[in-house]
């Protein structure tokens, strides 16, 4: 279901489209109109175009460090995986030789009686 919500960034109304709640796409606003208010404020110079521009930079570079750090996650995820898989074959080869040497230990025993 598409949600159709009104949201205000920067004094500009604008009406977005998308499937999440309502309240998610506030919040969002109002957490860049924070950002915007915090940059504008530290610099008198800056226009609401600047602002946006750099929040926006400031978002890619998250995005983009977090894609990373997700790909390194699911990196290292594998290789564990793989290594679990590895210990299991190696402990099962593990138990067979043992089940062997014990069956020959049987009849090493039996032959002697």
Do not use: F, W
């Not at 109304?13 to 940059?39: D, G, M």
């Not at 995820?77 to 014990?102: G, P």
């Amino acid at each position: 279901m598409i949600n159709r919500v009104r949201i205000e960034v920067g004094a500009s109304k604008y009406v977005i489209a998308t499937p999440e709640k309502e309240e998610y796409v506030q919040q969002l606003a109002q957490e860049l109109n924070s950002q915007i208010s915090q940059l504008m404020e530290s610099n008198d110079r800056m226009s609401l175009n600047d602002a946006l521009v750099l929040c926006a930079l400031n978002y890619v570079d998250a995005y983009k460090k977090s894609e990373a750090s997700a790909d390194h996650m699911r990196s290292q995820l594998t290789d564990y995986l793989e290594d679990a898989a590895k210990a299991r074959i190696e402990l099962d080869e593990a138990r067979r030789e043992i089940d062997r040497l014990s069956r020959r230990l049987e009849m090493l025993g039996e032959n002697k009686g």
